[in-house]
């Protein structure tokens, strides 16, 4: 079994513990002077090199704190004064500032793109009788919404409005209709999407035809 520890730390304490007695009386477990005298001066430049290196980490440690904390400070104030040079460019629109301070100009926005379809298009009859719409879609970069409509009587779909929001309340209905039919559509700028699926929703019950036929 080994009788020297295998951590550094360990063999600088495991002779710094016995060379006391070991120079008391070398001969007696049959070392001279002079080898006890070198191991005691190896021990001791061990231990002082041992405290420097943890010092050295204990200054490392702080130095990396001071580090991450100094360059956070730093990173806000540069940030306000980037801030305030956008904005200084932006208020003199004078381009040239963004090259005299070494910094980029913001870039082009990207264009939108033609908007998405509305969908979970669904409606319900509320207690004034009229239509209540709801859809799913964004209003993002302006978008807005037009209401197509197709009584049960009309062939074709008419616009009746144009709203920014996702909801819709039809109370233009007229008493005697019994059936409608409704599509969303997106509009952004220039660009329309599609039409929704058509939501078709009962308003009453259509008269049953009550003719009797007459045997002769």
């Not at 060379?19 to 477990?29: F, N, Q, T, V």
């Not at 980490?57 to 040079?85: C, N, P, Q, Y």
């Not at 799913?136 to 409005?161: H, P, Q, V």
Request: glycine share 8%.
């Amino acid at each position: 079994m080994a009788v020297l520890p295998e951590p550094l730390l360990q063999q600088i304490e495991f002779f710094e513990q016995r060379l006391g007695a070991w120079a008391a009386d070398p001969a007696a477990i049959g070392l001279t002077g002079p080898q006890v005298a070198d191991l005691a001066s190896e021990t001791i430049a061990a231990r002082a090199s041992y405290n420097l290196a943890q010092a050295a980490r204990i200054a490392s440690r702080d130095g990396t704190v001071d580090f991450h904390t100094d360059t956070g400070t730093m990173a806000t104030t540069g940030r306000g004064l980037i801030k305030e040079i956008k904005a200084f460019a932006q208020s003199t629109e004078d381009d040239s500032v963004y090259s005299k301070a070494s910094i980029p100009p913001p870039a082009d926005p990207t264009p939108a793109g033609p908007p998405e379809t509305p969908t979970d298009v669904s409606g319900f009859i509320n207690g004034d009788g009229a239509v209540e719409l709801t859809w799913k879609g964004t209003l993002a970069y302006s978008t807005f919404y037009e209401i197509l409509r197709k009584l049960d009587d009309e062939t074709s779909w008419n616009l009746i409005s144009s709203v920014g929001d996702k909801k819709f309340l039809d109370d233009t209905l007229s008493a005697g209709c019994t059936a409608v039919q409704y599509r969303i559509r997106a509009k952004r700028g220039n660009d329309t999407s599609s039409g929704s699926e058509p939501i078709a929703i009962r308003l009453g019950v259509e008269p049953e035809n009550t003719a009797l036929n007459i045997a002769a």
